[in-house]
């Protein structure tokens, strides 16, 4: 068996040993699927939306570009869900 990280060889004696460890690190892996819960956690600011003019939207902010240039702001309406970015 050969580390990724560091390179170190070693030899393998007892592979139920390592299949049993597998397997346990599997059945602790939980897929959590937050999505309808990171809306209702992320800030929302006062902005009227473009397509239905709602005055109340979430916002976050995503490097798009290289990281000497600033971060993109995107906007999601509360009411009707379009989706539209602001640069800065």
């Known amino acids: ?7 170190y060889i070693g030899k ?3 592979s139920k040993k390592i299949h ?9 892996i939980m897929i ?4 309808d819960e990171k809306i209702r956690t992320m800030p929302t600011i006062q ?8 005055n109340l939207a979430i916002w976050w902010l995503r490097q798009l570009r290289a990281a000497d240039e600033s971060e993109v702001r ?3 309406c ?10 800065d």
């Open 12 to 14: 393998i004696d007892d």
């Open 20 to 28: 049993s460890t597998l397997e346990r690190k599997e059945k602790e």
């Open 32 to 35: 959590v699927d937050d999505e």
């Open 47 to 54: 902005i009227k939306c473009p397509k239905c003019e709602n």
């Open 1 to 7: 068996m050969k580390c990724r990280k560091c390179g």
């Open 74 to 76: 995107f906007f999601r």
């Open 78 to 87: 509360t009411v009707c869900s379009h989706t539209w970015r602001q640069y």
